[in-house]
């Protein structure tokens, strides 16, 4: 009993003094680092340029070469943020620049100001290279083309679109080279889902840039979706089928005289169809030969209806004497 007490006691030393040599190696870890990043470093970075205020009308011809080797000196503790990640610089091209037929020229002579402002009190700029850059452009051209709507929607049973669907905006603009927006004539947008709909729509929906140039800019990248959604009801008016085309030499009678015509309106709508909103029509003129019947169809309707069906298919006819 007593060896095993005391070699648990002779095991917890062990584990504590472990734990203080970790803990003082940590420290002394830690006091040198933060001596090695309190001294002053002179370093080296690759900036990529990040173009910012080029005119609309214009486009930057990439190109590979467009970096700054910037040399500086600070802290240890500010250098680091350059270490981990790719660092960038902001070029204006609104001021602070040079600009003629094919290029925008930058110069460390009258950029140099602009550049400073982006680092650090600390940081001090030692050296740029190159001297210059420059920036071929080309310029753009601006086309409007329309907004197409994807859409896969089920509304519940008994409701429906009392109008179209709205697309705001329903164009959009395109900036690029002509060459390429040529062969754009519309954009489309990302495929809306929607089932068992029974209230009004109203939603965003972002459009698809799949497969087009990367240069291209575009005035927005979602439209809003808003369409009224209303209960709707069938319903059944006799309408008097009129025939037309008939040649002046020729009488005919006809029979039914007025056939049955179902449509689907919304409830609101219900009560202010007529029979009159309605026309049916046969046309005389399309009539095959030796045919004893013609085909009814529905020349007018409300536009407030949706769905409509002629509960007849053909319209008997006899030559009068």
């Known amino acids: 009993m007593i060896k095993k007490i005391k070699s648990e006691i002779l095991s917890f030393i062990k584990t504590k003094k472990i734990n203080i040599f970790l803990l003082f190696l940590a420290l002394a870890f830690g006091i040198l680092l933060l001596t090695k990043l309190s001294k002053s470093y002179t370093n080296t970075?690759?900036?990529?340029?990040?173009?910012?205020?080029?005119?609309?009308?214009?486009?930057?011809?990439?190109?590979?070469?467009?970096?700054?080797?910037?040399?500086?000196?600070?802290?240890?503790f500010d250098l680091l943020q350059y270490h981990f990640s790719k660092p960038k610089i902001s070029i204006d091209?609104?001021?602070?620049?040079?600009?003629?037929?094919?290029?925008?020229?930058?110069?460390?002579?009258?950029?140099?100001?602009?550049?400073?402002?982006?680092?650090?009190?600390?940081?001090?700029?030692?050296?740029?290279?190159?001297?210059?850059?420059?920036f071929t452009y080309d310029v753009n051209a601006v086309k409007t083309v329309p907004v197409k709507l994807l859409s896969k929607i089920s509304y519940s049973p008994g409701y429906n679109l009392t109008n179209t669907i709205v697309l705001e905006p329903d164009s959009i603009k395109i900036i690029g080279?002509?060459?390429?927006?040529?062969?754009?004539?519309?954009?489309?947008?990302?495929?809306?889902?929607?089932?068992?709909?029974?209230?009004?729509?109203?939603?965003?929906?972002?459009?698809?840039?799949?497969?087009?140039?990367?240069?291209?800019?575009?005035?927005?990248?979602?439209?809003?979706?808003?369409a009224k959604v209303e209960k709707y009801t069938e319903g059944t008016l006799p309408i008097t089928v009129q025939i037309i085309n008939v040649p002046i030499d020729v009488k005919l009678k006809h029979f039914?005289?007025?056939?049955?015509?179902?449509?689907?309106?919304?409830?609101?709508?219900?009560?202010?169809?007529?029979?009159?909103?309605?026309?049916?029509?046969?046309?005389?003129?399309?009539?095959?030969?030796?045919?004893?019947?013609?085909?009814?169809?529905?020349?007018?309707?409300?536009?407030s209806v949706k769905h409509y069906k002629i509960k007849q298919d053909y319209i008997e006819f006899i030559i009068a004497e």
């Open 45 to 76: 970075f690759v900036f990529t340029i990040d173009k910012i205020n080029i005119p609309e009308e214009e486009v930057i011809i990439n190109d590979s070469s467009q970096v700054l080797e910037i040399t500086l000196k600070t802290y240890g």
């Open 93 to 134: 091209f609104s001021k602070h620049i040079d600009k003629t037929d094919s290029a925008y020229i930058w110069s460390k002579n009258k950029g140099f100001s602009a550049l400073h402002k982006q680092f650090n009190k600390n940081i001090e700029l030692v050296n740029i290279v190159p001297d210059s850059l420059w």
């Open 177 to 226: 080279a002509k060459a390429i927006l040529d062969k754009i004539d519309k954009i489309e947008t990302d495929t809306v889902v929607l089932t068992n709909v029974k209230q009004n729509i109203s939603k965003f929906t972002n459009l698809n840039f799949q497969g087009l140039d990367n240069d291209l800019k575009f005035s927005v990248n979602k439209v809003a979706l808003k």
């Open 256 to 303: 039914p005289k007025k056939v049955n015509v179902s449509y689907y309106t919304s409830l609101a709508n219900f009560n202010t169809i007529e029979a009159k909103d309605f026309r049916v029509i046969c046309d005389y003129s399309k009539l095959v030969k030796g045919q004893s019947y013609l085909i009814p169809e529905l020349d007018k309707k409300p536009e």
